[in-house]
């Protein structure tokens, strides 16, 4: 399995981003995908989730209003674009799945199996 993130780098604030994440080696559509983050200093913390079907999707209270997260299991990727961008979205954003077809939340790093390496972003004022 494998997870390749791209679309990170540089922005303004108030401006925009699209995270791209391209999988491979997996049977795309029975896996749900999230998108994570890391800040210098900090914890990573789960930014936006979606079901295999995409019917279901979950955000951080942080990113809620701001971010859509998407899908398309013919292309097996998974999208995160982050409009309204502020300092605090500075981060590496990692793609991570796990294999469920469950419509659930699931926000723990715990519940992944797979990651990529990470698309860094980052946001000045």
């Known amino acids: 399995v494998q997870l390749v993130e791209s679309g990170g780098g540089s922005a303004q604030a108030g401006g925009s981003l699209r995270l791209s994440c391209a999988a491979s080696?997996?049977?795309?559509?029975?896996?749900?995908m999230a998108w994570f983050r890391q800040a210098p200093g900090k914890e990573r913390e789960f930014v936006a989730g979606i079901s295999w079907s995409g019917a279901s999707t979950y955000y951080a209270d942080s990113v809620k209003g701001r971010s859509t997260i998407s899908r398309d299991n013919a292309k097996a990727t998974v999208d995160l674009q982050m409009n309204s961008l502020i300092p605090e979205d500075t981060a590496v954003y990692y793609c991570a799945g796990t294999i469920t077809r469950r419509e659930s939340s699931y926000s723990k790093e715990t519940d992944y199996a797979f990651w990529g390496q990470g698309t860094q972003v980052t946001v000045s004022s």
């Open positions: 080696g997996l049977i795309f559509s029975s896996y749900y």
